[in-house]
C-alpha cells in the first residue's frame, strides 16, 4: 500500500510474477473498497424500520420483540388476536 505502482510491469516485478499476455507498460491503478462490516441490527432498530421480530419461546409460541402499542406480546397459531397488525408498520 506504501509502494506507487504505476504499469502492470512493476506490479509484476513485485509480485515476482509473469507478465503474461499483458503489456508490461499498461497502465494500473489502485481501487479501494470501503470494509463492509455487518452488525446486527437491534429490536428497537427493527421495529423503528418497520420490521416485525419473532423469537421462539416453546413449540407454537413466539415472543413478538417488536410489538406495538396494543399488540400482544406473546403470538400464539391458537389466538388469532395475537397476530401483529402488519398494517400499521411503517412501509417507506
Known amino acids: 500500500m506504501r509502494e506507487d ?3 502492470w510491469g512493476d506490479l509484476c516485478a513485485r509480485l515476482n510474477e509473469p507478465t503474461g499476455a499483458t503489456d508490461p507498460a ?3 491503478e489502485r481501487i479501494l473498497f470501503p470494509v463492509g ?3 446486527p441490527r437491534g429490536d428497537a432498530e427493527l421495529k423503528s424500520m418497520g420490521f416485525t421480530k419473532l423469537v ?3 413449540k407454537g ?3 413478538n420483540v417488536t410489538a ?3 399488540e400482544k ?3 400464539s397459531p391458537d389466538d388469532a388476536s395475537s397476530m401483529p397488525d402488519f398494517r400499521r408498520r ?3
Request: glycine share 4%.
Open 68 to 70: 406495538l402499542d396494543g
Open 5 to 7: 505502482v504505476e504499469t
Open 37 to 39: 462490516v455487518a452488525a
Open 90 to 92: 411503517k412501509l417507506d
Open 61 to 63: 409460541v413466539y415472543e
Open 26 to 28: 499498461s497502465p494500473v
Open 73 to 75: 406480546r406473546y403470538v
Open 56 to 58: 421462539r419461546r416453546d
